[in-house]
């Protein structure tokens, strides 16, 4: 059978650029294709890149569903249904949320991982027999997580397709984060199966995309072991409580770690524990910051803001704890409450749930009534911290301290933040292919 896979278009925040729709390839899509290919046709495409051609007729149509793309998944899918194609959706959204999708929107609804999920949905399409819901009866355990197809992958359209998983889920249940759905677990690969993909890849250096690169840190040391042997670079996602690790970053650093992304949130203890994010200890983030500049290891940090203890002093308070530590690279949000979150469902059990225009849930809108700020405050103060930071002033300040480090900052800071559009136009003039070979260099240590 002829199975099309969609990736629908993401709303750009205002700091984004074409840049951020073509980072990397939408690995969810390409696991499935990989489970599935074997037996049938299977096309992906991803909006954010090219147009969906209506007239081509699949057998079967499957939408990766986050909350924001939420009312565009609803269109494609409607516009395939009225010519009688049945629409499949799934990804995080619908996974943990699927009790809140009306009835008719999608003739199929993918809730869990795909390896436990697909290969029944296309059983029941041969037989004439979809089922409405097809649920992942039961976790993964690591060896059965399929690795997606990179070989399908077009390189010419992202600049990075060096990316990869070694587990899903997070073992910390966050109030804002998906993880924190009933829905969620935690698990981790096997590490040889991670070892052989990164050999496939034919990198020297990858991207882990994992939610949490040291939720079982056991497994974190095995595999860092293992990968020292390949001599590469690497990124990963971590809590800021690898410092309590003893030893880990050394390990890290010895197995070719460049930067780390850290979710900080808040410097604001009141904050962080009004969220249940129980890993962070801001009494010693500064102290943490030191210690991971100390291994040479550069920081992308992430900080939400809306959150119930913010008040319009926390913007100032947070650039001038960014400039001082010279945190290199930094992401900030809107705290945006997920449907199927334990934040969603308080915020709406207090009223505080302005919109339901998922659309508006991408972390660069007001959504709901803040507590200690409007919401005018709190999108005005959102836009200054991307202003004030990404300031040549602020730039300049923030620049590392080892030598080796200062060009590739000043390239990330410069030519994705502050020209991204400037970037941008250069990448569709010499393909994403070779810029991302540029990027690729820059990246080991941002």
């Not at 009835?103 to 991982?113: N, P, R, W």
């Not at 992202?158 to 759905?181: A, E, K, M």
């Not at 915020?347 to 005018?376: M, Q």
């Amino acid at each position: 059978m002829y199975i099309k896979l969609i990736q629908p278009k993401m709303n750009k925040r205002p700091m984004d650029t074409g840049l951020k729709l073509r980072m990397s390839p939408p690995l969810g899509l390409y696991t499935i294709a990989a489970i599935l290919r074997e037996e049938h046709k299977v096309v992906i495409i991803n909006e954010n890149i090219e147009k969906i051609d209506y007239d081509d007729m699949p057998d079967i149509v499957g939408i990766t569903v986050t909350v924001d793309a939420y009312p565009r998944a609803a269109e494609i899918a409607k516009n395939f249904r009225r010519q009688g194609v049945p629409v499949v959706a799934g990804g995080i959204h619908i996974t943990t949320a699927y009790e809140m999708i009306p009835e008719g929107v999608f003739d199929v609804l993918c809730i869990g991982a795909a390896e436990n999920t697909w290969p029944d949905i296309m059983k029941d399409l041969s037989a004439n027999c979809l089922k409405d819901k097809y649920f992942g009866c039961k976790p993964l355990e690591g060896k059965d997580i399929v690795s997606p197809a990179y070989d399908m992958i077009d390189k010419d359209k992202y600049l990075y397709t060096n990316i990869l998983h070694t587990g899903r889920g997070c073992p910390f249940r966050c109030d804002f984060c998906y993880n924190s759905s009933k829905e969620r677990y935690y698990v981790v690969r096997n590490i040889d199966d991670v070892i052989q993909e990164i050999k496939q890849m034919g990198k020297k250096h990858i991207m882990i995309i994992d939610d949490n690169f040291i939720g079982d840190p056991a497994w974190t040391r095995a595999f860092l072991k293992e990968l020292k042997k390949l001599n590469l670079k690497w990124n990963a996602a971590v809590s800021v409580n690898v410092v309590n690790i003893p030893g880990l970053l050394a390990e890290m650093k010895e197995s070719g770690c460049c930067s780390l992304f850290i979710g900080f949130e808040s410097i604001q203890p009141d904050s962080v524990n009004g969220v249940h994010k129980v890993q962070n200890d801001v009494s010693r983030y500064e102290e943490a910051i030191r210690l991971i500049h100390s291994h040479g290891i550069m920081i992308n940090a992430s900080f939400v803001f809306g959150l119930d203890s913010d008040t319009k002093e926390t913007f100032q308070n947070t650039l001038d704890f960014i400039v001082r530590n010279k945190i290199e690279t930094v992401t900030s949000h809107i705290m945006t409450p997920y449907p199927g979150t334990v934040l969603y469902d308080r915020l709406k059990a207090e009223g505080r749930i302005i919109t339901e225009d998922y659309s508006k849930y991408n972390t660069a809108h007001v959504v709901f009534k803040p507590k200690n700020l409007s919401a005018d405050e709190l999108y005005k103060g959102y836009l200054w911290m991307y202003r004030r930071i990404y300031s040549f002033k602020n730039i300049i300040k923030r620049i590392p301290d080892a030598k080796e480090q200062v060009l590739p900052y000043l390239a990330f800071n410069l030519f994705y933040r502050k020209f991204g559009k400037f970037t941008d136009l250069i990448c569709k003039i010499v393909t994403y292919r070779r810029l991302g070979y540029f990027a690729e260099k820059m990246s080991k240590y941002i």
